[in-house]
């Protein structure tokens, strides 16, 4: 038997359809009955007019997942919403795959007064990626990550894969996750930085995106447990070089966004346009806030006044360079005694990328690891294979989830990660 192929409700046309989706909506008029059937592209409505189907139609429920096939008698429209009826399917006949019991939340929250509070929702999470507005979310964060592999891929970078269990820390002792490794211990990666700059220094241009775990105790709207980063490393560049390529890289996810997800933007009710960039050393950074009244002394980390800072330069991707040696990590190259080739982008009211360029001289690593007490003997690997012909290098890492939330003005970290992890969430 011939198998029926299965379309998207976005590319219906003219003539029969066969359709595979939810029960969005039910509505009962008596002598004729409508389904509204919803995959992931979109919502269609569906007209039951034969009786021979209506027993069919009086067993369904909200979410039971149904096939259809039926007759379109219109060609596909452009949004196919529930707002537009300009699609009609008539129902032939109803196929129930898997009936749905009593929702735990609702999909469709009529009532806008009613809204799930945020962990009820994480904890009935697959359902809650039925919503038009946190599928959408979740559309474009793959179209970030799609334009990001694009972007650098098209300039010959390599992706590459790094280990998730490592052997000792890259961004600070006290974030990580222990491991029992056998009979050693060893941790969950904070991130790819010592491994990507060891691949770097021979395969020279390199991306990848990772996941990292940080076991970080304070809960925030901004902090994850287990985030997701998009890094790259150059050899042959400097701080400012791979700053411009992250200029350009931004640039590049926002317009294929403009591009490729109108629908999931108009959900949103999100206007992107394309940032301009501003660039500040660490210095006249502080004497800019300073100057906006914002009480705050050299040295002194950024993060209480990235809010107060972005909205002095909307829509802008703020980079702040020549942070102080002290307030980067050891791998971090540094410039002098004091100045490091260290960075940070903020965008959207938050602290989006780090980087700089990296030590590519033993020495003078070992040095900076001593300086942040750190014993260089747990980094002999790492330290040794810059004794044979290391190019110096820069990278940065994106976190997705902070860039998603700048970008879509989310008020929650949460809202950007399909499963959280946090101080309190292991499951779902
Ligand atoms: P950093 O520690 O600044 O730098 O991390 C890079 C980016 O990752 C995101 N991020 C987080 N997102 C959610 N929850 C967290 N707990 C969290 N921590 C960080 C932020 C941040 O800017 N190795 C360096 C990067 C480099 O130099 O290449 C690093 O990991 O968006």
New binding site residues.
């Given amino acids: 038997m011939k198998k029926e192929k299965r379309i998207y409700i976005d590319k219906i046309k003219k003539g029969p359809v066969f359709l595979q989706g939810w029960v969005h909506e039910l509505r009962d008029l008596a002598k004729v009955k409508f389904i509204l059937l919803r995959d992931v592209k979109g919502i269609v409505q569906c007209v039951v007019k034969n009786k021979k189907l209506f027993k069919k139609f009086s067993d369904l429920t909200l979410e039971t997942v149904i096939s259809i096939k039926g007759q379109s008698k219109t060609a596909s429209v452009k949004s196919p919403e529930v707002t537009n009826h300009k699609i009609e399917i008539e129902v032939k006949n109803i196929e129930l795959i898997n009936k749905a019991e009593q929702l735990p939340i609702l999909v469709v929250e009529k009532d806008k007064t009613i809204k799930t509070d945020l962990s009820k929702r994480l904890d009935w999470r697959s359902l809650d990626l039925r919503k038009k507005k946190i599928n959408a979310i979740f559309l474009i964060q793959s179209e970030i990550i799609r334009a990001f592999r694009e972007f650098f891929s098209k300039q010959e970078f390599i992706e590459i894969q790094t280990p998730c269990i490592i052997a000792s820390a890259?961004?600070g002792g006290t974030?990580l996750f222990p491991v029992q490794y056998f009979e050693k211990k060893a941790f969950l990666a904070?991130?790819?930085?010592l491994y990507?700059q060891l691949i770097a220094i021979s395969l020279e241009k390199v991306f990848c995106t990772v996941p990292?775990w940080?076991a970080?105790k304070h809960n925030t709207t901004?902090?994850?447990?287990?985030?997701?980063?998009m890094?790259?490393?150059v050899a042959f560049a400097d701080d400012f070089d791979v700053m411009k390529y992250l200029e350009d890289c931004v640039q590049f996810i926002i317009s294929n966004i403009i591009k490729n997800c109108k629908r999931e933007l108009a959900i949103l009710d999100v206007k992107l346009k394309l940032p301009k960039s501003k660039y500040f050393s660490y210095d006249e950074s502080i004497k800019i806030l300073k100057k906006n009244k914002i009480k705050i002394d050299y040295g002194e980390d950024l993060a209480a006044n990235e809010k107060r800072f972005c909205e002095m330069f909307p829509n802008t991707l703020i980079f702040i360079h020549s942070f102080p040696n002290n307030m980067k990590?050891f791998?971090?190259w540094p410039k002098d005694g004091k100045i490091s080739a260290?960075f940070?982008?903020l965008y959207g009211g938050?602290?989006?990328?780090?980087?700089?360029q990296?030590i590519h001289i033993p020495e003078i690593l070992i040095q900076r690891l001593k300086e942040n007490k750190l014993n260089p003997k747990n980094f002999k690997h790492y330290i040794d294979a810059f004794r044979y012909g290391a190019p110096y290098h820069s990278?940065?890492?994106?976190?997705?989830?902070?860039?998603t939330m700048a970008l879509l003005g989310l008020d929650n970290?949460r809202e950007g990660?399909m499963f959280p992890r946090d101080r309190d969430r292991l499951t779902p």
């Fill in positions: 890259s961004e974030e904070q991130s790819p930085q990507k990292v940080r970080e901004r902090h994850l447990n287990e985030s997701r980063q890094d790259i490393e990590p791998y971090i260290g940070d982008v938050i602290e989006i990328s780090s980087g700089g990296r990278g940065w890492s994106i976190g997705l989830e902070r860039f970290i990660c």
